[in-house]
């Protein structure tokens, strides 16, 4: 299931409103709420989704919209981690690339550390320094140095 962007928008002049899921495109959400050229709409209400208020244009919204469905559902989780990251969904929109990220599936430094060694093969460890080595403290740096963005579930990091 991928991740919908739904966003509530009212017409300023009537008081009439509508939940839509983005994309949409402005003429039909002009259309359906009888907004003339010129006349003023608002965003009343969004689920999920942080950095939209009640300015935010319907252009970005489809923006936003169609760059969020590059991300494989399963990391939807992760969208409002990314969009604190940017600081806006203008640079989100401008600069995000889920390509660019790597998203470990984690719970905690030491399960991030396993993660690093074993998986990405970030070193090396002498199989006789195995049991002494720690994970934690390994996954904890690492997490720090990458500045990794940390959910329930995942470490994500450019």
């Not at 244009?57 to 969208?79: D, G």
Request: with cysteine; proline share 3%; net charge negative.
């Amino acid at each position: 299931m991928t991740f919908q962007l739904k966003v509530c928008v009212q017409n300023i002049l009537t008081g009439q409103f509508k939940w839509f899921e983005f994309p949409e495109s402005e003429q039909t959400i002009r259309h359906t709420l009888h907004i003339d050229d010129g006349d003023e709409y608002l965003i009343a209400d969004w689920e999920g989704v942080n950095g939209i208020n009640e300015y935010t244009p319907i252009s970005s919204l489809n923006q936003l919209a169609e760059k969020m469905a590059t991300i494989p559902s399963a990391y939807s989780s992760l969208i409002n981690d990314w969009l604190g990251h940017y600081g806006s969904i203008e640079t989100f929109i401008e600069e995000f690339d889920y390509n660019d990220w790597t998203v470990a599936e984690v719970s905690g430094d030491e399960d991030f550390g396993i993660y690093l060694v074993e998986e990405l093969s970030a070193i090396n460890i002498p199989e006789y320094l195995e049991p002494y080595f720690d994970y934690e403290a390994y996954g904890r740096d690492a997490r720090l140095e990458l500045s990794c963005i940390v959910s329930d579930s995942y470490y994500t990091w450019q």
